[in-house]
């Protein structure tokens, strides 16, 4: 598996955007990214993934940089219900997630 | 609901004395997975099973049994547990191997004394 950086923590205003960041510069050709999030030791949650092209969904936006090395999730108007650690992983899709420390959100009202 | 369940959330034992978590989905999916979560050392994967019958090793297997005779159920089984298995447990499963998404269960914090 490709391996990710990820800030250890940030904050986030109620309301406004949030802003991921994820290097993954050893990523390979058919790695995806994913990411989820954990919020207070409850089961991980899957939020989004994506190859190359940006992508939507309900909970989130994914931006990919066109050479892959690098993602950004964003959470469009982060709510305290926000407060999370999150996880952004590379890796084919198959049958084995890993995590490794991931970002700590905490969305302040 | 859609869910995976796990039972007991909370259990304290001690070294030596056979317990099983057990671990239920109602999505009829296929591959299930048992996963412990420590501190610094993040989420590692203890065995899977493609469906009914088969199962395999994950990262961290050892101390652990596993079995799949209905789809719906797959528990954990750690025969003589100790100290070192202390963590927090998830099952989570998804409609095929290979598959981006995959749904957890609650969780089980298992102290071993």
């Known amino acids: 598996d490709a391996k990710t950086t990820q800030p250890p923590s940030m904050d986030c205003a109620e309301g406004r955007a949030a802003n991921l960041p994820c290097n993954h510069s050893t990523i390979s050709g058919n790695e995806y990214v994913y990411w989820y999030r954990q919020i207070h030791s409850q089961g991980p949650q899957y939020i989004i993934h994506g190859l190359k092209n940006n992508e939507t969904n309900e909970m989130a936006s994914l931006i990919i940089t066109e050479d892959r090395k690098s993602s950004t999730l964003i959470l469009p108007h982060a709510t305290l219900r926000d407060t999370a650690v999150y996880y952004c992983?590379?890796?084919?899709?198959?049958?084995?997630?890993?995590f490794g420390a991931g970002t700590t959100v905490t969305v302040r009202a | 609901e859609a869910q995976v369940t796990q039972n007991p959330r909370y259990l304290i034992t001690v070294t030596g004395k056979k317990l099983t978590v057990t671990c239920s989905q109602n999505m009829n999916h296929e591959y299930m997975s048992w996963y412990r979560q420590d501190p610094g050392l993040g989420l590692r994967q203890i065995y899977y099973?493609?469906?009914?019958?088969?199962?395999d090793k994950g990262d961290v297997p050892e101390g652990y049994k596993v079995s799949r005779k209905e789809k719906r159920n797959f528990p954990l089984i750690l025969e003589s547990p100790s100290p070192n298995q202390t963590s927090l447990y998830f099952c989570?499963?998804?409609?095929?191997?290979?598959?981006?998404?995959?749904?957890f269960g609650p969780g089980t914090r298992l102290t071993v004394t």
């Open positions: 992983i590379v890796r084919v899709i198959d049958y084995k997630l890993s």
């Open positions: 099973s493609m469906n009914v019958e088969v199962t």
């Open positions: 989570a499963s998804s409609p095929r191997v290979q598959s981006y998404e995959q749904y």
